[in-house]
């Protein structure tokens, strides 16, 4: 395969690809630039949207400031090493399938600057950090950490046998959503399951948008996806995800007593859903990127929504 077009040229692979290699990890040593690409360490996107469901959780259930802090802070740094995890998992899979795809082809394994050996020893790293951060935890929470390493393991297959994988997905990066509650109060509850419905609901409808990236190589090389599955007609069933989403939201909090304000906090993160249902392009994948990415704001709105709800 010739990789020449991904050539490094000013930080970033020439060709469309959401690879980069400039800020701080520009500045790592070279044999370790590698590995933080395969983390997915120059695009913490992934780690916000990971633990955002947790913090949603937090500012609804935490106990108190103090142990709401605690929790997102090792919430924080488990996300940035699962997801990192699950990164590798992925492109151990997808490695000759990404030598295939425009966007992925630069990655360390399909380029060939991290054999699957070197892959395997950084995936045990990541979730040796991972477990350290559950074991901080309380026992419900553990086993809920512990359970979610199925659908992590499952997600890379899922795009091999149906056209759904970006459910997968969700039930994979939803999971911070219970896993918060259990470890705020030690339980799993109602409260619990409509927010984790209500994430769901939220990355199947963000992942949609981002798998238009890849629309064209994904049908050339045989993998499905909800981009291909709902092509021009996507606009709608992102509306139908992200009004899923607010309406659980507003369940979740009906459900868990929030007060008054609650609902028109809820306002904010709305409009932010709303905007990527209207600007949507799924022919611009540097757009779709664009909206992709916006959803840290938007999730980060719903959390302040909770913390509004509890005044």
Not at 3 to 28: C, H, K, S, Y
Not at 139 to 152: K, N, R
Not at 155 to 162: G, M, S, W
Not at 167 to 180: I, K, Y
Request: overall charge positive; proline content about 5%.
């Amino acid at each position: 395969m010739d990789m020449a077009p991904f050539r490094w040229n000013r930080g970033r692979v020439q060709g469309f690809t959401d690879i980069e290699r400039r800020g701080w990890v520009a500045r790592l040593p070279a044999g370790w630039q590698p590995y933080a690409l395969l983390a997915r360490l120059d695009r913490p996107i992934g780690s916000w949207l990971l633990v955002l469901p947790g913090l949603w959780a937090f500012a609804l259930a935490a106990p108190g400031w103090a142990e709401g802090l605690r929790l997102a802070l090792l919430f924080g740094i488990g996300a940035v090493a699962m997801r990192g995890a699950g990164c590798v998992v992925n492109d151990l899979w997808d490695r000759d399938i990404d030598r295939r795809v425009e966007r992925t082809r630069g990655r360390p394994l399909a380029a060939g600057t991290v054999s699957p050996r070197q892959a395997l020893a950084f995936l045990a790293a990541l979730c040796a950090i991972g477990l350290a951060m559950l074991l901080q935890l309380n026992g419900t929470a553990i086993l809920l950490g512990i359970a979610s390493l199925l659908p992590i393991l499952l997600y890379p297959l899922a795009k091999r046998v149906t056209n759904w994988p970006q459910a997968m997905l969700g039930l994979t990066f939803s999971w911070a959503a219970p896993e918060g509650i259990a470890a705020a109060t030690g339980q799993v509850d109602a409260v619990a399951l409509i927010l984790w419905a209500a994430a769901f609901c939220w990355i199947l409808g963000y992942d949609t948008i981002y798998a238009h990236q890849d629309r064209e190589d994904d049908a050339k090389v045989g993998i499905g996806s909800t981009a291909l599955r709902w092509g021009e007609r996507t606009r709608p069933f992102l509306a139908a995800c992200y009004a899923a989403t607010l309406g659980l939201l507003a369940l979740a909090g009906w459900q868990a007593g929030l007060g008054w304000l609650y609902l028109p906090a809820l306002l904010l993160p709305a409009a932010l859903l709303a905007r990527q249902v209207l600007t949507l392009d799924i022919h611009d994948p540097a757009h779709c990127l664009r909206l992709f990415k916006s959803n840290r704001e938007a999730g980060l709105a719903i959390a302040l929504a909770f913390l509004i709800g509890r005044l």
